[in-house]
């Protein structure tokens, strides 16, 4: 390993996130210009390596998406961040609006040559996904028909429409910063409140939108 990915292990470790483990450093099927593959600054271990991919036993969904959110108050420092369940990701120190699909079963991290992160800096708690309401928000339309917004993305229609899709299935480039924790479904509007097959809109607490048509 590099100093490079020693920080980032211990950035990591520091938290005590439980079911967290460093993964690959160097070995493991990476592209051929991965950052698992660039000379860093030599440590101990070795002179390869400027990115580390942290696992859980099981792939424990919960463990990986809060090792994956430690690193949003240093986004900024970082050259890559890669976890699917993220919805986003972090490129050149930049949050981007797409995910790499293959990055379920563990959290991706890289950073620049003489990049060092700090252990001491601070970090959110792992949060546990909030219990939900029934839901957040409803209308009906003219003839009566309902539909429902929950907060963790999901939506009910009531007969005789039925939901097309769910947040869950929306690309995701297209799920811009939604996430049950930290941005969840705030509420639902009708396109047209006297064109049941106009569809809707759900929208999030930060305000990014999302069309859904009915069938």
């Known amino acids: ?25 160097t070995n493991g099927k990476h592209a051929t210009d991965s950052y698992h593959e660039r000379l860093g600054t030599p440590s ?3 002179p390869i390596g400027l990115a ?3 696992d859980a036993p099981d792939n424990n969904p ?8 430690l690193f949003s108050p240093i986004s900024g420092l970082l050259f890559e961040l890669f976890h699917t369940p993220l919805h986003y990701s972090i490129k050149n120190g930049v949050r981007v609006h ?3 699909p293959d990055h379920v079963t563990h959290v991706h991290v890289a950073v620049k040559l003489g990049v060092f992160l700090q252990p001491h800096w601070p970090t959110p708690k792992p949060q546990e996904l909030p219990a939900m309401p029934d839901y957040v928000d409803q209308f009906r339309w003219p003839n009566g028909d309902q539909v429902q ?4 993305g999901d ?9 097309k899709g769910s947040v869950h299935d929306v690309k995701p480039q297209d799920r811009l910063n939604f996430s049950p924790t930290t941005n969840p479904i705030a509420g639902v509007n009708p396109h047209d409140a006297n064109n049941s097959d106009a569809g809707y809109v759900t929208w999030c607490a930060n305000g990014d ?3 859904f048509p009915l069938k």
């Open 98 to 100: 797409w995910t790499i």
């Open 209 to 211: 939108g999302y069309d």
């Open 1 to 25: 390993m590099t100093r490079e990915v020693d920080s980032i292990i211990d950035f990591v470790m520091a938290a005590k996130i439980p079911d967290i483990y460093p993964g690959y450093t």
């Open 44 to 46: 101990a271990s070795g």
């Open 149 to 152: 917004v929950f907060a963790n």
């Open 62 to 69: 919960k463990a990986l998406l809060a090792c994956a959110e």
């Open 52 to 54: 580390v991919d942290f």
């Open 155 to 163: 939506v009910k229609c009531y007969p005789p429409h039925v939901f």
